[in-house]
């Protein structure tokens, strides 16, 4: 007679732990052996993230990879080692199948999941911005995302037997149909991808497009570029494709030196070696005191910083002789208050020296007098 209640329940466990006494301990030894591994290796990459890397590409790329590893090893090795149990234990056919779907789904879910952070990371070394901003990144990382995802849902669907071909067929139709509904949206799109991977215009660049916009890139979106005018007004928000079909001068690269010319006319009967002194020498002092500019002399008394002032006359014109004052600001905004104050200054100077900057001067004939 069989027991019942309670100790017939204690018998029944009881033979239940005799007969899978071996595959419980195996099943327990596999998830310890797992779990001390991701142990193990998550200890290594914490102290890897701690250390300093070099200042190189090779060492920025590994540090991005440690860090999307970072808090993955310990449930990525249980995850493995559930699915070696559960595809080696005596369970019944159809609970394996679904244990082994969820878990081989699991283990794909993260390294999709590695990927992808490994590759936003790259994303952000290679193509970020002097100052550190990333917002121009946004659209290229969610493209990055939808496809790293999308593949590793593919692969799941794989897996599961699910034939993925009619769905990528789909999503082919799918795509000639919106591309034909969103002409001009996906225009700007691949023209904002333009403009990130050419990185010849990047987040806090001063530009200017021949159309007439003139300012500071503050942003570079899914759809748009937003411009702030170099006199802080109102934003200006350009579509992409516009900038991308336009000609831009970008004022901030190769180097942020911006190159000031002031026209000037002087008197035939000048001193041309005199005007030339005493311009560049008002010019080296409006930039000393309005920017950062600092004279290197040689020997002689030259001046021979790369950015020193020069004067380049340029022509016999009617009244007088034309030249260009050539003046250097370290940065766009400073070339007005340069401009400005020099204006001022070689004004004061040229009076003080009895340099005259004639007036235009016309002779009319009347050949109708007699």
């Given at each position: 007679?069989?027991?019942?209640?309670?100790?017939?329940?204690?018998?029944?466990?009881?033979?239940?732990?005799?007969?899978?006494?071996?595959?419980?301990?195996?099943?327990?030894?596999?998830?310890?052996?797992?779990?001390?591994?991701?142990?193990?290796?998550?200890?290594?990459?914490?102290?890897?993230?701690?250390?300093?890397?070099?200042?190189?590409?090779?060492?920025?790329?590994?540090?991005?990879?440690?860090?999307?590893?970072?808090?993955?090893?310990?449930?990525?090795?249980?995850?493995?080692?559930?699915?070696?149990?559960?595809?080696?234990?005596?369970?019944?056919?159809?609970?394996?199948?679904?244990?082994?779907?969820?878990?081989?789904?699991?283990?794909?879910?993260?390294?999709?999941?590695?990927?992808?952070?490994?590759?936003?990371?790259?994303?952000?070394?290679?193509?970020?911005?002097?100052?550190?901003?990333?917002?121009?990144?946004?659209?290229?990382?969610?493209?990055?995302?939808?496809?790293?995802?999308?593949?590793?849902?593919?692969?799941?669907?794989?897996?599961?037997g699910i034939s993925v071909a009619p769905i990528i067929t789909a999503m082919g139709f799918g795509s000639m149909g919106l591309a034909l509904g969103m002409q001009e949206t996906l225009a700007n799109i691949f023209a904002g991808l333009q403009i990130i991977l050419s990185k010849q215009i990047q987040v806090n660049d001063i530009i200017k497009l021949n159309t007439g916009q003139e300012g500071r890139v503050v942003s570079?979106?899914?759809?748009?570029?937003?411009?702030?005018?170099?006199?802080?007004?109102?934003?200006?928000?350009?579509?992409?494709?516009?900038?991308?079909?336009?000609?831009?001068?970008?004022?901030?690269?190769?180097?942020?030196?911006?190159?000031?010319?002031?026209?000037?006319?002087?008197?035939?009967?000048?001193?041309?070696?005199?005007?030339?002194?005493?311009?560049?020498?008002?010019?080296?002092?409006?930039?000393?005191?309005?920017?950062?500019?600092?004279?290197?002399?040689?020997?002689?008394?030259?001046?021979?910083?790369?950015?020193?002032?020069?004067?380049?006359?340029?022509?016999?014109?009617?009244?007088?002789?034309?030249?260009?004052?050539?003046?250097?600001?370290?940065?766009?905004?400073?070339?007005?208050?340069?401009?400005?104050?020099?204006?001022?200054?070689?004004?004061?100077?040229?009076?003080?020296?009895?340099?005259?900057?004639?007036?235009?001067?016309?002779?009319?004939?009347?050949?109708?007098?007699?």
């Amino acid at each position: 007679m069989q027991g019942t209640g309670i100790f017939g329940d204690l018998k029944n466990i009881g033979s239940f732990f005799e007969d899978y006494a071996v595959d419980l301990m195996v099943a327990f030894g596999i998830l310890f052996f797992a779990l001390m591994v991701g142990v193990a290796i998550n200890g290594f990459l914490k102290k890897k993230i701690e250390q300093k890397f070099q200042d190189d590409d090779a060492s920025k790329v590994q540090e991005i990879f440690f860090r999307a590893l970072q808090g993955v090893p310990i449930s990525f090795c249980l995850v493995i080692g559930l699915y070696w149990v559960v595809n080696t234990a005596p369970l019944p056919g159809g609970l394996m199948k679904i244990l082994s779907y969820i878990l081989f789904a699991s283990i794909i879910f993260t390294i999709t999941r590695v990927v992808e952070r490994t590759v936003s990371g790259f994303i952000n070394l290679k193509f970020s911005g002097t100052d550190g901003e990333t917002s121009q990144l946004g659209l290229f990382e969610a493209i990055a995302k939808i496809f790293i995802y999308a593949s590793g849902i593919l692969i799941i669907l794989q897996y599961y037997g699910i034939s993925v071909a009619p769905i990528i067929t789909a999503m082919g139709f799918g795509s000639m149909g919106l591309a034909l509904g969103m002409q001009e949206t996906l225009a700007n799109i691949f023209a904002g991808l333009q403009i990130i991977l050419s990185k010849q215009i990047q987040v806090n660049d001063i530009i200017k497009l021949n159309t007439g916009q003139e300012g500071r890139v503050v942003s570079i979106n899914w759809r748009f570029t937003t411009v702030t005018p170099v006199n802080e007004g109102s934003d200006i928000v350009i579509p992409n494709k516009n900038i991308a079909g336009s000609i831009t001068t970008n004022y901030t690269r190769p180097r942020e030196d911006v190159v000031i010319t002031v026209p000037i006319g002087v008197d035939y009967s000048s001193d041309l070696d005199l005007v030339e002194r005493v311009t560049i020498e008002t010019a080296r002092k409006i930039m000393t005191e309005f920017d950062d500019y600092k004279p290197e002399f040689d020997e002689n008394g030259k001046d021979i910083n790369p950015r020193a002032p020069i004067v380049r006359y340029q022509e016999f014109a009617d009244s007088s002789i034309n030249f260009n004052a050539v003046l250097y600001a370290t940065h766009f905004k400073r070339q007005f208050i340069l401009k400005h104050e020099f204006i001022k200054a070689i004004k004061k100077r040229f009076d003080a020296e009895g340099i005259n900057i004639p007036f235009p001067i016309r002779t009319l004939v009347n050949r109708n007098e007699k």
